[in-house]
Antibody, heavy 119, light 108 residues
Framework: EVQLVQSGAEVKKPGESLKISCRGS????????IAWVRQMPGKGLEWMGV????????RYSPSFLGQVTISADKSISTAYLQWRSLKASDTAIYYC????????????WGQGTMVTVSS | EIVLTQSPGTLSLSPGERATLSCRAS???????LAWYQQKPGQAPRLLIY???SRATGIPDRFSGSGSGTDFTLTISRLEPEDFAMYYC?????????FGPGTKVDIK
């Protein structure tokens, strides 16, 4: 079964750092892009960026450039989303999703990681 | 950046009725790069339609997509109880990838 499994919910304080993960299985992890998508409470979907695990080519949305870091470790089929200094406004659900080049769409989604930033 | 606008914001219908959801782009989108997603409360989004009109694996044929250029439509021919949800369109014809704000289909 093709799936993306994300790390569990996090509760952090403003200013703390965080790295969440997304592990792929059931397909060739290095052959498809992995995207990160933010969903703030009660709001819509926002694309943050994508990474190609095969060569770590990364594209950021202008809205998120400099705010987060996307990376991947292809040896363990895992992509990451990282913050150096969290803000309360980073409170959201973060989804990873596989971008299928065949379909030009996000065809497989992780279950989401809830990040809560509160003092 | 291509901005996607979806209408209506909320569509109140009864089971068995036809739902027509609109997605309008601020500039032309290649039909190969327009997709639709369904999201239910507490769940991750699910791909319904890609390439404007192709159904993803396991999607029933009551869901159909159409359109070109700047105007795209998702049609649900006969609403089933499980279809009441939020629907988003998305484009990647040009970077950055963008989503529409969503249309909520709720029970009348």
């Amino acid at each position: 079964e093709v799936q993306l499994v994300q790390s569990g919910a996090e509760v952090k304080k403003p200013g703390e750092s965080l790295k969440i993960s997304c592990r792929g299985s059931g397909y060739s992890f290095t052959s498809d892009w992995i995207a990160w998508v933010r969903q703030m409470p009660g709001k819509g979907l926002e694309w943050m960026g994508v990474i190609y695990p095969g060569d770590s080519d990364i594209r950021y949305s202008p809205s998120f450039l400099g705010q987060v870091t996307i990376s991947a470790d292809k040896s363990i089929s895992t992509a990451y989303l990282q913050w150096r200094s969290l803000k309360a406004s980073d409170t959201a659900i973060y989804y990873c999703a596989r971008y299928s080049s065949d379909w030009n769409a996000l065809d497989i989604w992780g279950q989401g990681t809830m990040v809560t930033v509160s003092s | 950046e291509i901005v996607l606008t979806q209408s209506p914001g909320t569509l109140s219908l009864s089971p068995g009725e036809r739902a027509t959801l609109s997605c309008r782009a601020s500039q032309s989108v290649s039909s190969s790069y327009l997709a639709w997603y369904q999201q239910k409360p507490g769940q991750a989004p699910r791909l319904l339609i890609y390439d404007t009109s192709s159904r993803a694996t396991g999607i029933p044929d009551r869901f159909s997509g159409s359109g070109s250029g700047t105007d795209f439509t998702l049609t649900i021919s006969r609403l089933e109880p499980e279809d009441f949800a939020m629907y988003y369109c998305q484009q990647y014809s040009s970077s950055p990838l963008t989503f529409g704000p969503g249309t909520k289909v709720d029970i009348k």
